[in-house]
């Protein structure tokens, strides 16, 4: 079945940059993109990004164009997505998700399970 | 503040019908396809609607949900505990070239 399973919690210090990495198998990796969207804690979905795992393009939210880089390896089916210069505000849980269209303008399906990054002194 | 604007919580008892609403502009929803999501709390969210009125494999025919002009909605008829969780819309937005997503709307079943 199709599944995208997400590296375990992390916690950094402010100033820190963190590396998700999302696992992808069930599907041919190269005919999706891959998302990035973030939930604070108790708040809604802001999407962060999108990556074409075909040609490695990329597009990003405004908001988090310098400080994220994300990143597709196709021998390994797996995308990465770093956030560097951490401040408290970046506690989150992060998803990955697949997306059929890299216009963006396609659904997320599935999500992975997420990964809580923390950030504090 | 969200782009798509949702209500933030709604409610109903059981095998009541809810409609849930997604407002935005000529921009996002006016010019592209609307998604629909669930999140049960503490899980990722599940794709429950794409393409504005098509349901994903496996999502009940209880849940519709249609487009016109500027705005969403999604219904859930005969309504079942199961059903608590957050819905979020979402679609492509054009003038900001980003996918944007509504608050949210926290459905109660009571």
């Known amino acids: 079945q199709v599944q995208l399973v997400q590296s375990e919690p992390e916690v950094k210090r402010p100033g820190a940059s963190v590396r998700v990495t999302c696992k992808a198998s069930?599907?041919?990796?190269?005919?999706?993109?891959i998302a990035w969207v973030r939930q604070v804690p108790g708040e809604g979905l802001e999407w962060m990004g999108l990556?074409?795992?075909?040609?490695?393009?990329?597009k990003f939210a405004q908001r988090f164009q310098d400080r994220v880089t994300l990143s597709a390896d196709t021998s390994t089916t797996t995308a990465h997505m770093e956030l560097r210069n951490l401040t408290s505000d970046d506690t989150a849980i992060y998803f990955c998700?697949?997306?059929?269209?890299?216009?963006?303008?396609?659904?997320?399906?599935?999500w992975g399970q997420g990964t809580l990054v923390s950030v504090s002194s | 503040q969200s782009v798509l604007i949702q209500p933030p919580s709604a409610s109903g008892t059981p095998g009541q019908r809810v409609t849930l609403s997604c407002s935005g502009t000529?921009?996002?929803?006016?010019?592209?396809?609307v998604n629909w999501y669930q999140q049960v709390p503490g899980t990722a969210p599940k794709l429950l609607i794409y393409?504005?009125?098509q349901r994903s494999s496996g999502v009940p025919d209880r849940f519709s949900a249609s487009k016109s002009g500027t705005s969403a909605s999604l219904a859930i008829r005969g309504l079942q505990s199961g059903d608590e969780a957050d819905y979020y819309c979402?679609?492509?937005?054009?003038?900001?070239?980003?996918?944007?997503f509504g608050s949210g709307t926290k459905v109660t079943v009571l």
């Open positions: 979402g679609t492509w937005d054009d003038s900001l070239s980003a996918y944007v």
């Open positions: 393409s504005s009125n």
């Open positions: 069930g599907y041919t990796f190269t005919l999706y993109s």
């Open positions: 998700a697949r997306v059929e269209d890299y216009s963006g303008n396609s659904d997320f399906d599935p």
């Open positions: 000529s921009s996002n929803i006016g010019t592209n396809t």
């Open positions: 990556i074409s795992t075909y040609n490695g393009k990329t």
